[in-house]
């Protein structure tokens, strides 16, 4: 349970400067707002504009996610279940994040919970890994592309 909690925690503290950056998007020109960038659609596939270079753990299951944006202006957040330990998990994303061409930027790891910052070109976001119910392991992504930030 702690580790969930330190996951989230990280998330959230690591995020706190993303949403904002991400609240100042749809402010435009003396306050009128961005209609393209402001509608939130979910998903239970992999939305178009999910970079095809990122890696996608393999036989893991969308459990939900959502996008918002379109262009190198999106965010994307998906979560995903799979019966592997985390730390195999973990192991396949630093990786294959790096042989993609991806770079981490912060990794915390805490007793089989993982959190990892990264970037490639317009694109930034960070990657949780951590132990769900019934022996699942929980993957939770969220990237951002670069372009709308002022």
Do not use: C, H
Not at 28 to 46: A, C, H, I, Q, Y
Not at 93 to 119: C, M, P
Request: hydrophobic share 35%; no cysteine.
């Amino acid at each position: 349970m702690t580790a969930i909690f330190l996951v989230f925690l990280l998330a959230i503290l690591g995020g706190r400067e993303f949403w904002k950056k991400e609240e100042a998007i749809v402010q435009k020109d003396e306050g009128s707002v961005d209609e393209e960038n402001t509608d939130l659609r979910s998903f239970d596939s992999l939305p178009e504009d999910f970079p095809d270079d990122f890696p996608v753990y393999p036989d893991a299951k969308i459990t939900s996610g959502w996008e918002k944006g379109k262009g190198e202006g999106y965010v994307i957040s998906v979560l995903w279940e799979t019966d592997d330990f985390s730390q195999n998990v973990f192991y396949f994303f630093d990786r294959e994040l790096k042989n993609s061409g991806w770079t981490i930027t912060s990794l915390q790891d805490a007793k089989g919970t993982y959190a990892l910052s990264f970037t490639k070109e317009k694109t930034y976001g960070f990657l949780g890994i951590t132990k769900g119910e019934e022996s699942k392991t929980i993957i939770s992504v969220t990237l951002k592309g670069k372009e709308l930030i002022y």
